[in-house]
């Protein structure tokens, strides 16, 4: 039978998944494992980068359980406990394959930008279509606020995003429709050479934010739906201020199509068109990248499904009428 390790705190990253954890207590316990208390980095210091994980939250009775192989090698190299989780295995020891996080808390293979461009900045100008998209409501501000600070720390400011990647996909649901909007946020040696949808994120030493998910019940006609869904992904990164940085929406061919294939003559007779066009201005680099296979598109689709099948208080009523209404009745 297994030495009993009693440790004092089990501190969990943020990117660990449930799954994950119940990976761990099972393999803990065949180890003999034994930790007293749980720190949830996610819940309690969000937004937190790698290194103040180190230097304030780890110790000599803690273990760190991570799904970021950086991180996981850092902790090892300063000669503290920690366990690399993900979907397959669980291992303690040192991931060969990960290049170790610098003082920074980024892959050393990331170039540091010289010379990074104004809009890029901490303070950089927003679009004014902005303020016209931002909730009414106190609460809700404050919600959004803490997220775009969350991502601000955990990045260290812009200039350390390499792109976002927007998910979106939708689904008829009591006579409305059923919108999902997963946002994360990428740092990658090579972002150019990477499609979330079909990259191994382990193999190429990426760092994955999960920024955002929402799940919206909009009113409206189907053969509008998809360019809705999209509005909605748009509308999201840019109320979370990431519209200077590279952004590749992928779309759900299923029930999406790119509005390309509209006569721009309409847009006068299509709101939805119009604001679609006026969104995308807000943009330095955006692309839009089809989506019919692929882990993430996969998994949106399954959660907008348990969503339907399912009583949940995540599913908020959409606005669009009100957003359009913001937009271009004399306010922009």
């Known amino acids: 039978m297994p030495l009993l390790e009693r440790v004092i705190t089990l501190v969990i990253g943020e990117c660990v998944t449930d799954e994950h954890f119940t ?24 937004g937190m980068s790698g290194a103040q994980i180190i230097h304030h939250l780890l110790g000599h009775h803690t273990i760190l359980l991570s799904s970021n192989g950086a991180l996981h090698n850092k902790v090892l190299s300063k000669s503290l406990k920690s366990y690399f989780v993900n979907d397959e295995y669980v291992s303690d020891k040192f991931l060969p ?6 003082t ?15 809009n890029k900045n901490n303070n950089s ?3 004014a279509i902005r303020d016209f998209l931002l909730p009414t409501s106190s609460k809700d501000l404050k919600r959004l606020s803490k997220k775009c600070r969350r991502i601000r720390n955990y990045f260290d400011g812009l200039n350390n995003i390499d792109s976002v990647a927007v998910t979106v996909s939708l689904r008829a649901f009591d006579g409305a429709q059923l919108i999902g909007v997963k946002i994360r946020i990428l740092s990658a040696a090579d972002i150019e050479a990477v499609n979330i949808e079909t990259v191994n994120i382990e193999a190429v030493n990426i760092e994955v934010l999960d920024a955002s998910e929402s799940y919206i019940l909009e009113a409206c006609e189907q ?7 999209l509005n909605y992904s748009l509308i999201t990164v840019i109320l979370l201020r990431l519209n200077s940085v590279k952004t590749v929406i992928f779309f759900d061919t299923d029930y999406i199509a790119l509005p390309d294939k509209y006569d721009k003559n309409k847009i006068n007779n299509n709101d939805h068109l119009g604001l679609y066009f006026v969104l995308i201005n807000a943009f330095e680099k955006l692309e839009f990248n089809p989506a019919h296979k692929g882990g ?4 949106l689709r399954l959660r907008i499904f348990d969503l339907i099948s399912s009583d949940s208080n995540e599913i908020k009523l959409g606005n669009m009428a009100d957003i359009i209404k913001s937009v ?4 922009l």
């Open 223 to 229: 053969d509008q739906a998809g360019l809705i869904a």
């Open 296 to 299: 993430y598109i996969e998994q």
């Open 97 to 102: 394959h990960i290049n170790t996080l610098s």
């Open 125 to 127: 100008v927003q679009p």
């Open 328 to 331: 271009f009745n004399g306010r």
């Open 23 to 46: 990976r761990f207590k099972l393999y803990a316990a065949d180890q003999g494992i034994v930790f007293e208390q749980v720190l949830n980095v996610a819940a309690g210091h969000s």
């Open 104 to 118: 920074n808390n980024k892959p050393n293979s990331v170039p540091v930008k010289s010379a990074p461009a104004p």
